[in-house]
Nanobody, 126 residues
Framework: HVQLVESGGDSVQSGTSLRLSCVAS????????MGWFRQGPGKEREAIAA?????????AAAVKGRFTISKDNGKETLYVYLTIRSLELEDTAMYYC??????????????????WGQGTKVTVSS
């Protein structure tokens, strides 16, 4: 059972950068993909980016350019990071880390991921 814990959310001013972190533990087999999603006030959860087991990233077309996803393999844990540059008011949302280990084709879809963290909140103000 994969456990995911996010951190790094904060209240920040627009134009600044932020790095979110997610640590995965308790898995076996290891996740074949990990990703970041977000859900803004009154909006549906949307995909931002994901990485496969090799660390190769895939980004949602709507967010390309300001977001960078990366992965670090620890001994018994996995870390996935999301760096957001030039934060905009519209980036205000709860950001969720997700993972899956069913070895299906990678897809930026909520349905693709079976494990979710509790989220970390990002609030952007002008």
């Amino acid at each position: 059972h994969v456990q995911l814990v996010e951190s790094g959310g904060d209240s920040v001013q627009s134009g600044t950068s932020l790095r979110l972190s997610c640590v995965a533990s308790g898995y076996g087999p290891s996740p074949d993909c990990m990703g970041w999603f977000r859900q803004g006030p009154g909006k549906e959860r949307e995909a931002i980016a994901a990485v496969d087991r090799d660390g190769d990233p895939t980004y949602a077309a709507a967010v390309k350019g300001r977001f960078t996803i990366s992965k670090d393999n620890g001994k018994e844990t996995l870390y996935v990071y999301l760096t957001i540059r030039s934060l905009e008011l519209e980036d205000t949302a709860m950001y969720y880390c997700a993972a899956d280990n069913r070895n299906r084709p990678l897809a930026l879809s909520v349905l693709r991921f079976g494990y979710w963290g509790q989220g970390t909140k990002v609030t952007v103000s002008s």
